[in-house]
């Protein structure tokens, strides 16, 4: 300390733990270094549970012993082995760019020589979106070249719900966000509450994995609603602020002889909506179609792979921020977008945030504040 040496203390903890223990080795510490060290938290021994639960749970406890940390992560420290499960290996990859990420960011940059870790994140993230029924699912799984994802109706119909998958080709790993996006009906003030709650869970959640990398929009030929412009501009421009590449997959063309001719034909409608992309690929997804349909489905995945590949951000130009900010920006836009009924009183949409997404009641006070002034300017 006397020399200047230590630039971040790291604090790791067994997550079976109760917070009331962290407390004697944290007033060590802080006797010691006085404030003048940042002191982060690793919560360890979360294989069997969703890695930010124990925090949800122990936040509020850990303030009221006096414990501050300038950050945390939960995580799992397991070694791979060779037999372990594809979710294994996703846990274990969570948590070491958890960690590495945790020291990025709060080991100060000071010139004294301190090394930069290089990214660790080589999964690449998409965000699939649209309405109901226009086939992501299918999407998802033209994409992969094999059934990762279901393609019944069992998906909830509640906006922002998501479901994940790992996909792989050419060489390259991908997280696909199957994502249930705005219908053309509005909510009703039951319905905002539970998107909001899913709104902060899915920014969280892209938060822990990296951002987002590339918009797929999802769009059924010959379906065209309001929610059209409704969808583009919710996840475009306030998810992503406008600065992730936003391309566009048109299913049910397979009877087009072909595919393309939709698109010179019909295109005109996303200029009239004011929806501006990147790309596009004008593709089938339905597997089970015989003959000439075949031959359309192994065209449609070359597509697809091939939009993704050009237009995903690379490496040195991804964009996306999250935080706290965009899912204030989420909630301002689904109230403006969306619902019914605009009067929400601020206890009752704290209220909901405390009870969905475990947050202490003070920082989901604070939330609503903040989404009750971006509604009033």
């Not at 899913?198 to 999802?218: H, P, S, W």
Request: proline share 2%; hydrophobic share 40%.
């Amino acid at each position: 300390m006397t020399k200047g040496v230590i630039h971040l203390l790291v604090y790791c903890a067994q997550g079976t733990k109760d917070a009331s223990t962290l407390q004697h080795n944290y007033k060590i510490m802080d006797s010691e270094v006085k404030g003048r060290v940042p002191v982060v938290l690793i919560v360890t021994g979360l294989e069997n549970q969703e890695p930010e639960e124990w925090w949800r749970c122990n936040e509020r406890s850990i303030l009221d012993l006096g414990m501050n940390f300038a950050d945390h992560a939960c995580i799992t420290a397991l070694a791979i082995n060779e037999g372990d499960a594809n979710e294994v290996r996703r846990r274990r990859e969570q948590s070491y760019r958890a960690v590495c990420n945790l020291i990025e960011q709060r080991c100060p940059q000071n010139g004294t020589g301190v090394p930069t870790i290089p990214p660790a994140r080589k999964t690449k993230n998409i965000v699939l979106f649209g309405e109901a029924g226009v086939g992501k699912s299918s999407v998802v799984n033209l994409m992969a070249g094999k059934e990762v994802a279901e393609t019944s109706s069992s998906m909830q119909r509640c906006t922002l719900h998501w479901q994940d998958y790992a996909i792989d080709f050419d060489g390259e790993s991908y997280k696909v966000f199957d994502t249930m996006g705005i219908e053309e009906s509005g909510l009703e003030k039951q319905d905002y509450l539970v998107a909001v709650a899913n709104a902060y869970r899915f920014i969280k959640t892209l938060d822990a994995e990296g951002g987002v990398d590339l918009l797929l929009f999802c769009v059924r030929a010959g379906r065209f609603t309001t929610a059209l412009q409704s969808n583009y501009r919710f996840f475009y421009e306030f998810l992503c602020n406008k600065k992730v590449p936003i391309v566009l997959a048109i299913t049910n063309l397979e009877r087009e002889q072909k595919m393309e001719d939709w698109w010179e034909r019909e295109h005109g409608i996303f200029t009239r909506y004011q929806i501006h992309v990147a790309g596009h690929a004008c593709i089938t997804a339905a597997n089970e179609l015989e003959g000439i349909h075949q031959q359309l489905y192994k065209e449609s995945r070359v597509a697809i792979r091939n939009l993704v590949k050009e237009h995903i951000a690379g490496e040195y130009n991804h964009a996306w921020t999250g935080g706290n900010n965009v899912f204030v920006s989420l909630a301002h836009a689904l109230k403006e977008i969306l619902v019914k009924n605009a009067h929400i009183r601020k206890a009752t949409l704290a209220g909901q945030l405390a009870k969905r997404c475990g947050m202490s009641p003070e920082t989901a006070r604070q939330l609503a504040d903040m989404i009750e002034q971006e509604s009033s300017k």
